[in-house]
């Protein structure tokens, strides 16, 4: 009978018929002279391919290696429980052929790529790693993920804007920019669109954008990339109250839209099976408490003493924080001095800023935001304070003079955010080809 091309995702509905599918030989297992099984990949899914009798004995069959390319035809049946197969169904074969053969067990692909593989070499070879069974997970989880961030802010009226990524002007402290040459002026790459986003209030209201951001960090970390993929929003005429239910909202409706997506589903709990959706409300902790926390549960500083306020809190302690309260964290109200120029001051005390880092178990802070000034004065005194020339920031001193706000945003970075859901122990895995000091191939 004749066979339909149809790939792996939809192998359960075409069940009964005789179907035709390719892909990549995943794994392969010989039983006897007569009979082989090919676990096939064709990137929706995996299905178990049976060979048996003559189809077993061509030269192909004899010397067929993993990652090879092949084309299978038969009949799709369900398996009688007690026999194992990816989602309990499998392929009976009755013609097969080889579309291109990869070289076999002594290539350094399967020998190099197993479990004890030196990180480095996964990172050199990160092109065929993506081929395995949770590197590829963990791509399909990103992509709905960021799909999930999109639905989520267009169900509230948010319109999705591309900010350039050639800029002059910083976002955060001039020591992680990325420097280039701009036909012979200096540009950097971006650190983050906020800047830009803030000018999209008056023209297309509330806005957001997933762009990619620069930083040139010169430590090795498990959650700094040198490119990372920033999910940024910005909202006017809101409240820093406002500002943290509209954050809390993002990520539990985020998370709610992942889960019920059967497929992402099941890789989730497959790669963390322990997963739990955090509960609301999140925990409010502001900064000058969390100093007092770190006093009171004895977490010290490399020198021995203890963070005082009007210090930044670097990722070890906060870490260590995060890990022991075991919930997701909104620290609010960092001193003006540890955070950037453009954050505005709490009315009740000037000292510190309305700011928020969210903090995840795992990973730390995932998100930073804050309601930004409004008044063009005291964001004259904040490029003061920071040392920064005001001159190419013109356009962004401007909202000030044009109908200013009261406006806030927040940063998000999708690789922290996705090592904390699938529990990876590093945001090195949570996306394509990373980046970071000393690795820009493949
Ligand atoms: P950190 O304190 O970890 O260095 P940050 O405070 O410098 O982060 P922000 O400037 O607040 O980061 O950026 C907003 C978000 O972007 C962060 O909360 C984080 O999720 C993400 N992010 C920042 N730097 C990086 C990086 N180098 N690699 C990956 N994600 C990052
Ligand atoms: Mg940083
Ligand atoms: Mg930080
Ligand atoms: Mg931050």
Not at 35 to 57: A, E, P, S
Not at 96 to 102: R, S
Not at 319 to 328: F, L, V
Not at 342 to 356: G, I, L, P
Request: aromatic content about 10%; glycine content about 6%.
């Amino acid at each position: 009978s004749p066979a339909s091309k149809i790939k792996i995702r939809n192998a359960i509905t075409n069940r009964g018929k005789r179907v035709k599918v390719s892909g990549w030989v995943h794994r392969l297992r010989t039983q006897g002279k007569d009979m082989k099984f090919i676990i096939l990949r064709d990137g929706t899914g995996y299905l178990q391919c049976i060979l048996t009798g003559q189809l077993c004995h061509t030269y192909d069959a004899l010397t067929l290696s993993v990652e090879s390319t092949i084309t299978v035809y038969g009949v799709i049946n369900e398996l009688p429980d007690g026999k194992k197969a990816p989602d309990n169904h499998e392929l009976l074969a009755d013609y097969w052929e080889v579309n291109h053969k990869a070289p076999g067990a002594e290539d350094a692909f399967t020998n190099k790529l197993n479990a004890e593989a030196d990180p480095s070499v996964l990172y050199e070879q990160r092109h065929l790693v993506i081929r395995g069974e949770i590197a590829s997970a963990v791509l399909k989880v990103r992509s709905r993920v960021m799909k999930a961030f999109r639905d989520h802010f267009d169900s509230k009226g948010f319109t999705e804007v591309t900010p350039p990524c050639l800029v002059q002007t910083q976002v955060e402290g001039g020591s992680t920019l990325f420097e280039l040459n701009y036909y012979g002026e200096k540009a950097y790459l971006t650190q983050s669109s906020q800047l830009y986003l803030e000018t999209c209030l008056p023209s297309v209201g509330d806005v957001y954008c997933i762009s990619e951001s620069y930083r040139a960090e010169k430590s090795h970390t498990r959650r700094h990339l040198s490119e990372y993929s920033h999910l940024e929003a910005e909202m006017a005429f809101i409240s820093f109250e406002d500002l943290l239910d509209k954050l809390e909202d993002l990520i539990c409706d985020t998370i709610d839209r992942v889960l019920s997506h059967e497929p992402t589903r099941k890789l989730v709990y497959q790669l963390h099976p322990d997963f739990k959706p955090p509960e609301r409300p999140f925990m409010r902790l502001d900064y000058k408490d969390a100093i007092q926390y770190l006093k009171d549960h004895d977490i010290k500083k490399e020198d021995g003493g203890f963070y005082e306020f009007g210090e930044d809190i670097p990722e070890a302690p906060e870490r260590a924080m995060t890990d022991q309260i075991n919930r997701p964290i909104f620290l609010c109200r960092f001193p003006a001095e540890v955070k950037s120029f453009y954050m505005s001051r709490c009315k009740d005390d000037r000292r510190v800023t309305e700011s928020v880092d969210v903090l995840f178990p795992g990973v730390g802070e995932i998100v930073g935001g804050s309601m930004r000034i409004s008044d063009m004065n005291e964001l004259l005194e904040g490029y003061k304070r920071e040392g920064i020339d005001p001159a190419p920031y013109y356009w962004y001193t401007d909202q000030r003079k044009y109908g200013t706000t009261e406006h806030g945003g927040f940063g998000l970075g999708i690789e922290r955010f996705l090592a904390w859901l699938l529990h990876r122990d590093t945001i090195k895995e949570c996306c394509l080809y990373p980046r970071f000091m000393g690795r820009c191939l493949p």
